[in-house]
């Protein structure tokens, strides 16, 4: 048996918060509810949404606008991630991770291509 995870609740609005992004069913540059209407639906308080909502702000999932609300800016955190480090990265360093990409890519094609 497995023991049973305790998370906290914010760590618990996170995980559904996320899972909502990641399913599409707030896709990228859409508007999320509102802290009070996140609040009711999963019945935990506006303090423990703010700070789900910080959080995943700080990944890059979300971006909020002062007055205006809260955005999903991504739908990946591992995304953000790497685009983050390719951002900070020389240029010569992204070029060379590049090639040897596209090498691979060329070789996998070239296994996998068919008559049609």
């Known amino acids: 048996m497995k023991k049973i995870e305790r998370v906290s609740l914010v760590d618990a609005v996170s995980r559904q918060l996320r899972d909502r992004i990641a399913g599409g069913h707030w896709p990228v ?7 009070g209407e996140l609040a009711e639906r999963l019945g935990v308080s506006r303090v423990s949404i703010r700070a789900a909502v910080h959080g ?4 890059g999932l979300l971006t909020t606008r ?10 990946d955190a591992t995304d953000v991630a790497i685009r983050r480090r ?4 020389p240029d010569g360093d992204v070029l060379e991770v590049r090639r040897g990409l596209d090498i691979l890519a060329a070789g996998l094609a070239a296994t996998r291509r068919t008559q049609h």
Do not use: N
């Not at 002062?66 to 739908?75: E, M, P, S």
């Open 66 to 75: 002062q007055g205006d609300g809260t955005y999903v800016a991504a739908r």
């Open 86 to 89: 390719l951002d900070d990265a």
């Open 29 to 35: 540059g859409q508007r999320l509810p509102s802290e």
């Open 56 to 59: 995943l702000a700080q990944m």
